[in-house]
């Protein structure tokens, strides 16, 4: 399965001014096309070209580190265009995800802290994440493009830290990018698709 470059599932003004027009045209457009082409390319010579984009990531990990390195950024972008909408974000979440939030990570307010501090005291670039793990979830940050799926885990709310993802918008103020993203992008809907999979 050839990986291909997802449209938006909105337009470039859509997530103004949280995520500005000119990061979204350079993330998604040049980036994200990056891994996809990078990808693709390392992906056939390894004769894992007809591999799902899951399959790639966990077999490359530890293996092959540049066709990880791509598969695992695809794979995330994929996920996180999905993760944002426009009027997203706020603690109005599902019931089932609000029930999960409060059990399992002491609650929307606890669970907004760390997963900012996630996202801040991660050194460099990579990722925050919500994942479910052993039918609880949790929270965790990774380095690059490394994700909770080698980890035994499935995510099912990321957000990206690379300077890329936001430094047009905010410069060096990471933990502003994250409260945003938190209180004014997050696409609870899909978390809830995510979590509801993942908790079959």
Do not use: C
């Not at 900012?116 to 940050?141: E, M, N, P, R």
């Not at 499935?154 to 945003?180: F, M």
């Amino acid at each position: 399965m050839a990986f291909e470059l997802p449209e938006l599932p909105y337009d470039y003004e859509a997530l103004s001014p949280y995520m500005s027009k000119e990061t979204l045209e350079f993330h998604h457009d040049k980036h994200h096309k990056a891994y996809v082409d990078t990808g693709n390319k390392l992906a056939a010579e390894a004769g894992l070209g007809d591999l799902s984009v899951e399959e790639v990531v966990k077999k490359s990990f530890g293996t092959h580190q540049t066709l990880f390195n791509n598969a695992a950024q695809h794979y995330n972008h994929i996920h996180f265009w999905k993760w944002m909408k426009k009027g997203g974000g706020g603690t109005s979440l599902p019931g089932k995800l609000q029930a999960a939030i409060d059990s399992d990570l002491g609650g929307y307010d606890k669970f907004k802290a760390d997963l900012i501090a996630a996202g801040t005291t991660q050194f460099g670039s990579g990722w925050a994440w919500v994942s479910v793990k052993d039918g609880k979830l949790v929270i965790s940050k990774t380095p690059n493009g490394e994700n909770p799926l080698v980890h035994g885990a499935d995510p099912i709310l990321g957000v990206d830290v690379w300077e890329h993802s936001y430094y047009i918008d905010y410069r060096n103020a990471r933990p502003k990018y994250l409260e945003a993203f938190v209180d004014s992008l997050i696409n609870w809907d899909y978390v809830l698709e995510r979590y509801e999979a993942a908790t079959k």
